[in-house]
């Protein structure tokens, strides 16, 4: 068995993880080089993954000798990295989503169609979480008859809003719905095997007022309309106080399946004066680090097999959910129901 | 203190369910009599609760020595009931909603206002739970902070829908929102307050296409948008397989509240090879015995000092639920968001 | 049907419970008077509940036309008023335990022994409440297998303490185990349908080491072998920061049922800042509220037909629990294991 | 930083687990080479981790440049590897418990004070899930106030009883107190800091009466009596139709804690006929993961600066856990208290 030879492309916060995560799959993968502006970072993981240091990406992808990349950058550079690694025959691990300028984005598209025998894979990663993948198996199973209704969460911590204040300021997110709610819709697709018909988006910063003035919202909530009248309700947040909820249901003609309902990180149950109380999940980083795992397992073994994972979301997965959250944000700017 | 002379119109499940709270209001309340067209109901209530049995309602309402009277009639009947007891300067505690027809509910409006005097109370029960009045409390403390989501659901138990394809097949049930999600229109407006600008509601019959036949849905979900980007979705249903779940949350600034999550209606905790099992609440009237005690209790109380409860629902509440309801259904025909 | 004529013997706090349940039992029962030393509560009980009030319960049975009597006196005179009581010709309900000293025991004893005709019945409750039963329909099913180990907490809030502090400083108690663990010997014993062979007790005050200047003790923990070396662990005590923790546990070879493991009053789950937050039941009256109505029932309609309770607990079970719960405290005083 | 150059003896279930691990501390240590007799073993290690395979582990520990060593072996073992190991001048990781033999173990205990500046850690690997070091960190803190009681259960799931049987058939499992309850005997005794002064151990094998013909038992109960009459219940079993259950509770003055109270492997609720259904976790491996993990860096950080580890357990903490279970052991056998 040869090893992958890989890279990865930014050491933020999620790109140390995944760079991490590379350096851990020592059956799977070779971990060669890692691309970063910032020296600190460099030199952590250069220190503990033991990676060659770049911080001229072109010049990382030219000069390695390298089978696949993973790219963790910001979301507006997505498409020049991934169309880049692409023409220099790499396969190519992009987190979500594709992009956030349409325009650039269908020059990803272009790129990703013109190499057909490279691996092209999306972070979406809560589709190899262990309870969704459960709740994915019951629903073709049958044993949840069919999907009447959709409900997702996700909510950050209060705790993360100034730091996110201070990256939105100085950075495009996106928006609640490109950057956050994508997620859900990715999901709610992968459920059903549909894309909505209909979109209507309401937004509020009641809770943070001052997100406003850097063209952020706190809390967005799309209601997605499918065939026969089945309905999603995503809600997407940055400001609850008690951690990072993110919970998703689906309600079935046969049973309903509820994941992260009381997403307790560990196991403890006090019994105290203020009543029964457990902990709350903080971080997505601890909450999803099984699936963050599995997802680039998957990536490895498309890239060995020269097949794409079944389970890991694909371009067209990426580009539908990016139509549906831009619909939701062209929704929610007008007030009004959006038709795709 | 004298007690409140009484009579309750109906005797099907629920008005047997008030009649035997009123004969157990013993401090409070004298039961008279009881109007119902069906023998077997008459006979087990005379024998015990001790009621003077009626097959007109009007002549019950003329011959008794009454105060008050409670009405748990089929909803088309509530308008003309209504407004005949206030005529005969009876008190008057109505199932909600207020009707089905608005010329109708019309006239009942008219009647209510023409007697200022008289204690008009809408059988909004779940407000009177004790879950339910500690998320009011909290919220009114300012412990929940500003709301920023809300959601409920109301979905019947599987087990109910041969009785209910049969009662809605010779009656006009009003539909899935002014039937049953009126509850939680009326919660919403009593937790925030306000009133909705726009609803987008959806419906559909996938798990129970027969109803469609019958001039129902089995889920009815409706979005509610409020001042400043505030939104509600309300779910309502008839084919849950688990039981009869009802559940309800506000998403708050501060902490959010979830009523009925798993409303075990015991204490029980089972270890088994199917992992942990808990039951479900299956009976609305078991779920919400204490607060149907309690609004009647609060009835008695408003008469007697000649004032309304507080917490009860009167008629604007009953009005505005009702519109909302009704926009509810023209959205999900039109399919489109309709303003208020 | 005939109504049976009762009284009742103590207005504390659990007889104000029993008294007013048997007021509104008005189908099966006429409750005509009520003994009390008290004046307030003699008044509160006629005004409410509308008992002739007396303060000499020997002249209320005797003038009285009495059927039955509900005594929920202090322990000790548990004795002297079932005896006077069934030697007059009434039906018998008495609270929990039979009684503190063994000789006035014997004598109750023979005088139930007197009165074969007469019903007995001994206060245990919680054989009455719905998880309970449940768990003795499955264990009779033999859903749960057979029972490998028992265990059961009965442990009073913190909040208690200076009242019980104030009442063991003028009564006698009984101590830890008659007081508190027979509940649960006798639901030990109803289960397995057997007696314990040998016990080991052991206490300590290590959080309220005033308790023992007045001869109690804070916690309770006794361990109940029985044939062929199953075990069951009781836990009593009295300083639970968080509330009324009542919780018992079958482990049986095809399931384990647990009761009272969250033991929520109300149906509501907070998130916040402290994490997961439930409520925790604060009174056993709230906790016992239906089984406290379903065993004055079940009295009811045990004197009406003339045999007694299935359910209800009579002389035997009360004479074994209170033999097991004295046998605990020796074993607790000597600190070794004790044989019965 | 130099890495610590390691081995592991023993490939069978945990055994793999350890050596997995090993290999995947690649900052740390060093793996070169695993003993086990049985060739597949040796060759997915070989394959999988890289491993010099060894059917000899003396000549593995004389041949290796090795720092230290990773002692799976059958409980009989421990004593002469750690010996031996110890010897060679090694530093030693050994699971639980000591060794089933006193007179064997009396020899290690030997080695171990001969070797102070060898560092020797038992694998009581509990003491390193977030959750109980949640409890330590409260316990220490003063935020459950005094221990009044404590509770353990350790029970295995029903599904592996065909294989427990055959591996106890060929070999001394050590009892369900030295093998399965010491995990909970060593809790206690971190917890409380004490060493219990009585203890009366009860066995019953009810479930599964074939566990007797191989000298075996099902369930252990132990109870211990600490100074001031604190207690702690300790439960073991090997057949638990839901999966494997470890609970342990602190109850606390000031607050309870429980952990595993209803340990679901992932994050789902299911809502069914069946009503709410959570699985529960099967493997202990899955459960203590993180443990597993961190207990192996512990060792791998005590090594390398000198000094053992503060959490892990150390000889006194095995010697003394080993004396406790042996005293479960007789106590059972006799059924009567044994002090210690």
């Given at each position: 068995?040869?090893?992958?030879?890989?890279?990865?492309?930014?050491?933020?916060?999620?790109?140390?993880?995944?760079?991490?995560?590379?350096?851990?799959?020592?059956?799977?993968?070779?971990?060669?080089a890692?691309?970063?502006l910032?020296?600190?970072?460099?030199?952590?993981?250069k220190?503990?993954?033991?990676?060659?240091?770049?911080?001229d990406?072109?010049?990382?992808?030219?000069e390695?000798?390298?089978?696949?990349?993973?790219?963790?950058?910001?979301?507006?550079?997505?498409?020049?990295?991934?169309?880049?690694a692409?023409?220099?025959?790499?396969?190519v691990?992009?987190?979500k989503?594709?992009?956030?300028?349409?325009?650039?984005?269908?020059?990803?598209?272009?790129?990703?169609k013109?190499?057909?025998n490279?691996i092209?894979?999306?972070?979406f990663?809560?589709?190899?979480?262990?309870?969704?993948?459960?709740?994915?198996?019951?629903?073709?199973?049958?044993?949840?008859?069919?999907?009447?209704?959709?409900?997702?969460?996700?909510?950050?911590?209060?705790?993360?809003?100034?730091?996110?204040?201070?990256?939105?300021?100085?950075?495009?997110?996106?928006g609640?719905?490109?950057?956050?709610?994508?997620?859900?819709i990715?999901l709610v697709?992968?459920?059903t095997g549909?894309n909505?018909?209909?979109?209507?988006?309401?937004?509020?910063?009641?809770?943070?007022?001052?997100l406003?003035a850097?063209?952020?919202?706190d809390?967005?909530?799309?209601?997605?309309?499918?065939?026969?009248g089945?309905?999603?309700?995503?809600?997407?947040g940055r400001?609850?106080?008690?951690?990072?909820?993110v919970?998703?249901?689906?309600m079935?003609?046969?049973g309903?399946?509820?994941?992260?309902?009381?997403?307790?990180?560990?196991?403890?149950?006090?019994?105290?004066q203020?009543?029964i109380v457990k902990?709350y999940?903080?971080?997505?980083p601890?909450?999803?680090s099984?699936?963050?795992?599995?997802?680039?397992k998957?990536?490895?073994?498309?890239?060995?097999?020269?097949?794409?994972?079944?389970?890991?979301?694909n371009?067209e997965d990426?580009?539908?959910?990016?139509?549906?959250?831009?619909?939701?944000?062209?929704?929610?700017?007008?007030?009004?129901?959006v038709s795709l």
């Amino acid at each position: 068995m040869t090893k992958i030879k890989i890279a990865s492309i930014g050491l933020g916060r999620l790109g140390m993880v995944h760079t991490q995560h590379l350096s851990e799959l020592k059956e799977e993968v070779e971990l060669l080089a890692s691309f970063a502006l910032d020296d600190a970072q460099l030199d952590y993981a250069k220190e503990h993954f033991g990676i060659k240091p770049y911080k001229d990406w072109k010049k990382m992808i030219d000069e390695e000798p390298l089978d696949a990349i993973v790219i963790t950058s910001p979301t507006a550079f997505h498409p020049e990295m991934t169309t880049y690694a692409l023409n220099a025959g790499l396969h190519v691990f992009c987190e979500k989503p594709l992009g956030i300028n349409m325009d650039a984005v269908e020059e990803m598209v272009h790129a990703v169609k013109d190499h057909p025998n490279q691996i092209f894979q999306l972070g979406f990663m809560r589709r190899f979480d262990p309870s969704y993948q459960e709740a994915k198996r019951m629903l073709d199973a049958g044993e949840l008859g069919e999907i009447l209704y959709l409900r997702a969460y996700g909510i950050d911590p209060i705790s993360g809003m100034e730091s996110f204040v201070k990256f939105a300021s100085d950075n495009d997110s996106g928006g609640v719905f490109l950057d956050m709610a994508i997620h859900d819709i990715d999901l709610v697709r992968w459920f059903t095997g549909q894309n909505p018909k209909k979109v209507w988006a309401v937004t509020n910063s009641i809770a943070e007022p001052k997100l406003e003035a850097i063209g952020e919202v706190d809390i967005g909530v799309a209601n997605l309309e499918f065939e026969r009248g089945m309905m999603a309700t995503i809600v997407a947040g940055r400001s609850a106080s008690h951690g990072n909820h993110v919970e998703f249901e689906i309600m079935g003609s046969k049973g309903w399946i509820r994941i992260g309902q009381e997403a307790n990180p560990h196991y403890s149950t006090l019994f105290t004066q203020k009543g029964i109380v457990k902990p709350y999940m903080q971080s997505f980083p601890e909450r999803f680090s099984q699936a963050f795992v599995a997802e680039l397992k998957a990536f490895a073994e498309a890239v060995k097999v020269g097949s794409p994972s079944e389970i890991g979301a694909n371009l067209e997965d990426g580009l539908e959910s990016l139509k549906i959250a831009e619909v939701a944000k062209i929704s929610a700017e007008k007030d009004e129901i959006v038709s795709l």
